[in-house]
């Protein structure tokens, strides 16, 4: 069974930076096998796809977050990565990684949660104006 387990949120103010990182664990998981995703929930709002990666390093970024976000993963280490630059309060919300065994942005279905067969518990960040 694979566990995510994320880390690295916290209180910036707008304009700064944060990284995140979602280790997982688990006897047979790779991120050979595994697409991956950072997803967040604002509250009172749906959980909405903020940048997914399939295992051959093809990527998609919700357009809010372009150019200010970039997601990687240590395939050694099993981590995933969300690098988070130039940070605006409307980024505020749970922060969420997910795994799911296809390739979800080949497939143009990294935006959808049902997709996902894995999740971790979250990871807050609030950016104050």
């Known amino acids: 069974q694979v566990q995510l387990v994320e880390s690295g949120g916290g209180s910036v103010q707008a304009g700064g930076s944060l990284r995140l990182s979602c280790a997982a664990f688990g006897a047979t998981y790779s991120m050979d096998w595994f697409s991956m995703a950072w997803f967040r929930q604002a509250p009172g709002k749906e959980r909405e796809g903020v940048v997914g990666?399939?295992?051959?390093?093809?990527?998609a970024y919700a357009d809010p977050v372009k150019g200010r976000f970039t997601i990687s993963q240590d395939k050694a280490k099993n981590t995933l990565y969300l690098e988070m630059n130039s940070l605006k309060p409307e980024d505020t919300a749970m922060y969420y990684c997910?795994?799911?065994?296809?390739?979800?942005?080949?497939?143009?279905?990294?935006?959808?949660?049902?997709?996902?067969?894995?999740w971790g518990q979250g990871t807050q960040v609030t950016v104050s104006s």
């Open positions: 990666i399939d295992s051959d390093g093809r990527t």
């Open positions: 997910a795994a799911a065994p296809s390739p979800v942005v080949a497939r143009s279905t990294w935006t959808l949660p049902t997709v996902y067969t894995t």
